[in-house]
């Protein structure tokens, strides 16, 4: 394997233990639609009681660094990718009735989750950013930096990825005929290791910003630019959907992926879409905790190409072609 | 001797073209037949023209005062039947009861008029339905089942048309969709595509069931009016059946018309550039079907609204098919009469819904 090339070197994630159903669901008055959820694939969401987001990165990052073996300070970079607005600082809830942030202070402004990692994990040899405004993108936009700055910076040979988003207690988790989960996960970005990261594409439509009034544009516009950014990153990748072994998807609905598939002449036995059920939307971790499970459950072979694709609001669509 | 023209429909899209063109003669008296005819629509016709106000669905009467009725028949030479129901997702039965029933009533009507030289009904190409391939102007539709409840009740009418045809002088005219005038691009009547268009500039169409490489017949109003005015007047064919079409030279293909549209859209609004709306995606009808499906499940009323008012029309481009109209070019030809190529004016088209805003500025 080439040196030039960049890959994902290890990954984990850490969910919730709280899996409610969409009836309890419902019945706490988080979703109003159960049915209708539970006929596009969703079965249960996973919730943090007591943890924050920062709790839940935290975890994701100890157990891949156990995992590994990692010491601290092999660690260059750390890029920390949050959705939620909320998800940029330290502070997320319980939040007050109406309101996301919870500041008590202005200098709350500043206590940055990535910072709080850095501090707790020792990571006294690495520098720190964030990533945000991607929504569910998040995580995908700080893979691409981190492959960039691993192929442009000989002295940077370990990038940490992180991200972890939870919503705010009693917030609905139905968004937009999905069902959203509280989720972390981590990786560790290396040059010349497996899940070589063959190509990106990222597409943004910034005239979508204010999703709130525009949800059935948002709607009509996700799935004919999905199928462009897909196609788009599979010629970029040199490689046609033949050729990809498995879809590793963000775990919208089902049924908007069999719509999705069908839009791109995909096979539907090629999406490992096992976590939609189980796990739900865990905005923007679900492709790698998806990765994962399918890697531990021995579905992917040493050289087999993934497509992983997801989408976010702002609006973002995120596609990589990844060789494991 | 003078004629007697009567006009069904003659306050439609074509029938009110039509009108126009007949009433230019010198040694016709033409009697337009509407439902519900108001002074306003009266005003709008030429002048000479007679309005009548009139129902199809009341049978033989045809919904006029008795002396009205025995006066037309003595008098009528020539009838021109354009009155259709040309809602695409009508339920069938009222689809029935103009384009089925009504037809019945003005066939019977017409047997009863002792100076009848001509009948002209008007069908649709897309009589044809689900079939796919190359329908010619005798073949018969609906084989392979219809699209929607206007196809299978015109189908149903030339059923009725064709029974009628060995006791009655009549001509069949199957027209293709018709999207506005060619030279200046007005469009007078309303129908399944320029909702498609509305939609697709609303960026609430992401997807549209069928190949890139499918060819799309469409026409403009002045030629199926100059066109079917020509085989009446000039060439009448009794129990013939003509297919005023583009014909696959001079139509476009749906990959092509959903460039120009967006084309279009970029130039005659830049602005809409800005919203950065996606092309719709080309897709078979399963995956259409499913997309409709989970709309109907999600409840979603706009986006319910949006694919169905698309679904009536767009089902028919996931069945490609070309139509033959040979027949009416051997005729038409000679006359100087043809289609234009759809590219040539489907801009001017799209650009007067920009601007009327889809005729409600007009």
């Known amino acids: 394997m080439s040196l030039n090339a960049v890959g994902i070197d290890a990954l984990t994630y850490w969910l919730p233990e709280a899996s409610p159903t969409l009836a309890e669901l419902e019945a706490r008055g988080t979703v109003r639609g159960a049915a209708a959820l539970a006929s596009f694939g969703f079965r249960q969401a996973r919730v943090a009681e007591s943890e924050s987001h920062v709790d839940m990165a935290a975890h994701a990052v100890r157990s891949l660094l156990d995992e590994t073996g990692t010491p601290p300070d092999e660690i260059d970079l750390v890029l920390y990718a949050g959705a939620l607005t909320s998800s940029t600082t330290m502070e997320c809830g319980p939040a007050p009735a109406g309101s996301v942030l919870h500041m008590r202070d202005f200098m709350d402004f500043f206590k940055y989750p990535v910072s709080r990692l850095q501090s707790e994990f020792d990571l006294t040899n690495a520098s720190v950013a964030g990533i945000d405004q991607q929504g569910c993108a998040a995580i995908f936009s700080a893979i691409r930096l981190a492959r960039a700055t691993l192929l442009a910076e000989p002295d940077v040979r370990t990038v940490l990825c992180v991200s972890a988003d939870r919503l705010p207690h009693d917030a609905s988790r139905e968004v937009v005929y999905n069902l959203v989960s509280d989720g972390a996960c981590a990786m560790l970005l290396r040059r010349g290791v497996r899940n070589r990261i063959v190509a990106t594409h990222q597409v943004t439509k910034g005239a979508f910003w204010d999703a709130g009034s525009l949800e059935n544009e948002i709607i009509a516009a996700y799935f004919p630019t999905a199928r462009t950014v897909i196609e788009t990153t599979l010629r970029k990748a040199g490689v046609t959907l033949d050729d990809i072994a498995w879809v590793i998807p963000h775990n919208v609905s089902l049924r908007s992926w069999e719509i999705l598939l069908g839009l791109i002449g995909c096979p539907r036995e090629k999406l490992f879409s096992e976590n939609i059920g189980r796990v739900g939307h865990t905005i923007a971790a679900d492709n790698f905790i998806n990765l994962r499970d399918a890697t531990d459950a021995g579905r992917i072979r040493q050289g087999d190409l993934l497509l992983l694709f997801t989408f976010g609001y702002g609006l973002n669509w995120s596609c990589m072609v990844v060789e494991h | ?362």
């Open chain 2, 1 to 362: 001797m003078q004629r007697t023209i009567l006009i069904t429909g003659g306050t439609g899209t074509l029938g009110r073209a039509l009108v126009e063109r007949f009433a230019g003669g010198r040694d016709a008296t033409i009697v337009v037949l509407a439902r519900g005819a108001t002074s306003a629509a009266a005003g709008a016709m030429p002048p000479g023209v007679r309005f009548l106000g009139g129902d199809l669905r009341a049978g033989r009467t045809l919904g006029i005062a008795a002396a009205d009725h025995a006066a037309l028949r003595a008098s009528v030479t020539d009838i021109v039947h354009c009155a259709a129901d040309t809602t695409f997702n009508r339920p069938l039965p009222d689809a029935r009861a103009i384009n089925v029933d009504g037809t019945s009533a003005i066939l019977a009507f017409g047997a009863e008029c002792p100076r009848l030289e001509r009948v002209a009904c008007f069908s649709t190409v897309y009589v044809a339905g689900r079939s796919t391939g190359c329908f010619g102007e005798a073949d018969v539709g609906g084989r392979d089942g219809f699209v929607n409840s206007y196809e299978q009740s015109k189908a149903e009418m030339e059923v009725v048309v064709r029974d009628a045809m060995p006791r009655l002088p009549i001509a069949l005219y199957r027209l293709s969709t018709i999207i506005g005038d060619s030279r200046s691009g007005t469009v007078t009547g309303f129908n399944a595509v320029h909702h498609a268009l509305r939609l697709l500039y609303q960026g609430l169409a992401p997807m549209v069931p069928g190949h890139a490489s499918a060819l799309v017949d469409l026409i403009p109003l002045d030629f199926a009016a100059d066109a079917s005015h020509h085989l009446f007047e000039r060439a009448f064919g009794p129990g013939s059946t003509y297919h005023l079409c583009a014909g696959a030279a001079r139509s476009a293909t749906l990959g092509a018309l959903l460039d120009a549209t967006t084309a279009a859209f970029e130039r005659h609004r830049p602005a809409w550039r800005k919203r950065s709306i996606a092309r719709p995606a080309l897709v078979n009808l399963d995956t259409y079907e499913l997309f409709v499906r989970t709309v109907e499940e999600a409840g979603n009323d706009v986006l319910l609204q949006a694919t169905r008012a698309v679904q009536a029309f767009a089902y028919q481009l996931a069945y490609p098919k070309m139509f033959d109209a040979r027949r009416a070019e051997a005729v038409l030809g000679p006359a100087g009469i043809e289609a234009p190529r759809v590219l040539d004016y489907y801009d001017a088209v799209v650009r007067w819904c920009i601007e009327s805003n889809w005729g409600a500025a007009a």
